[in-house]
């Protein structure tokens, strides 16, 4: 029996004017798809904009720059997401919140 897997088709990045030397770096990444912006736009323009940039049909993760993703978070999101046709969206839980969504736990890479 074959593995049902999650093959991702493309990663995308808006690059929101950082100014590192991470644009370099993604620059050179021939597995993503990158939109440098020349300012900084905010977070949920940022967002508008990869979602413009996905494949029709895709499942869009919507990750900002500080995000750590924890074992089979992808996994347990898609899960939450196909389990039923009425659910639209998943979301994740934070470390930095204080609204009982808090997940307890030391995450350094």
Known sequence: MEEDRVQIQAVIVVENASK???VAWLKQQKD??????EENCGFPMECNQGIRMAERESDIMLLNNDTIMTPNALFWLRMG???NDQVGSTGSVSNYVTNG???IGKYIN
């Open 20 to 22: 590192d030397k991470s």
């Open 32 to 37: 993503m798809k990158l939109l440098c912006n």
């Open 81 to 83: 997401l196909y389990e």
């Open 101 to 103: 969504q808090a997940v």
